[in-house]
């Protein structure tokens, strides 16, 4: 498993009942988790998120708390606030991911450009930029890719090569192909379901293997790095593997689950898979 446990301001207290129990800084949040099946004693925490029947749902604050707070991981700074969507602007799990690309950058000692595809708030855009790689940062909302510019001036990179997109990924890919552009490295964490700036519809299993083999035909001469991840739609990591080998060149191919550890019982708890693809050397 790629296990994000490098963590000091984040910790899944304990997880269970369809719910998991986390520390943000010193906020403690209740969210559901559909992974969480088995049981966990009731704790006090200082929001829970509430589902509702339609879809939705709501937070109940059992103490007032800031609209947004900041949390850092190792050299980054990232603002959190509880959203609509039981989301919080930052997938901790993701840190594994940023972890691995900041190794590989580090290692290749030269520049490297990166595109970023549903970049959402930018954790990996941050991890990226620290590490000296230029950055193109792809995302549908506005939104949300302004909330990105204020996690990079919030680790003090306002001055670093980055370019953020507002826009569909698949037709973006599409344009830079034409345009001749080319990259690096190349990460996406697309959603199950997603939609364009002007209504495009995503839908993993129909697209997906479509934009990885546009973005292949992205990559430069002497590319670093591919990642895939999937948080959601349950796709075997071998189905990632599977789409990585299939459109990339001859490389090191990997895939498995991405997991956060439950500070409690010693649990694990899945968050989705990633396929990690490097050049052979
Ligand atoms: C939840 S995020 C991915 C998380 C992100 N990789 C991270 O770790 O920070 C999914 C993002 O995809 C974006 N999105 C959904 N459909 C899209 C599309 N067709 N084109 C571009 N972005 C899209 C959403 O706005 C959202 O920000």
């Not at 691995?100 to 520049?111: A, E, G, N, Y």
């Not at 855009?125 to 919030?154: M, P, S």
């Not at 964490?189 to 129909?206: A, I, L, Q, V």
């Not at 001469?221 to 593997?241: H, I, M, Q």
Request: aromatic share 10%; charged share 25%.
């Amino acid at each position: 498993m790629y296990l994000a446990d490098g963590w000091k301001d984040y910790t899944i207290i304990d997880a269970g009942n369809g719910a998991k129990l986390e520390r943000w800084g010193d906020v403690t949040l209740l969210r559901p988790d559909p992974q969480a099946v088995w049981t966990m004693e009731d704790r006090p925490c200082d929001a829970t998120y509430i589902r509702s029947q339609s879809g939705g749902g709501h937070w109940e604050f059992s103490r007032s708390l800031p609209e947004s707070w900041k949390i850092n991981y190792r050299d980054l700074t990232f603002i959190v606030r509880p959203t609509g969507f039981k989301h919080t602007g930052l997938f901790p799990e993701q840190a594994t991911n940023w972890d691995w690309m900041r190794s590989l950058i580090k290692q290749r000692q030269r520049p490297t450009r990166v595109l970023n595809l549903f970049a959402y708030t930018g954790g990996a855009t941050c991890a990226l930029l620290k590490e000296g790689a230029e950055v193109c940062h792809v995302d549908a909302a506005k939104g949300i890719v302004a909330w990105a510019k204020d996690n990079v001036a919030a680790c003090g990179l306002s001055d670093r090569p980055v370019r953020y997109i507002v826009d569909d990924c698949v037709k973006f890919v599409k344009r830079e192909l034409r345009r001749g552009n080319r990259y690096d490295g190349i990460l996406m964490d697309p959603p199950s379901y997603g939609r364009g700036p002007t209504g495009e519809m995503w839908k993993m299993e129909d697209d997906l293997f479509a934009l990885v083999s546009d973005c292949a035909q992205l990559l430069s001469d002497e590319p670093c790095f591919f990642l895939l991840n999937s948080y959601t739609t349950g796709l075997a990591p071998s189905v990632l593997k599977n789409v990585l080998r299939l459109t990339l060149p001859t490389g090191d191919c990997d895939a498995d689950e991405v997991g956060l550890p439950i500070q409690r019982r010693g649990l694990v708890l899945p968050c989705g898979a990633s396929g990690r693809w490097t050049m052979t050397n």
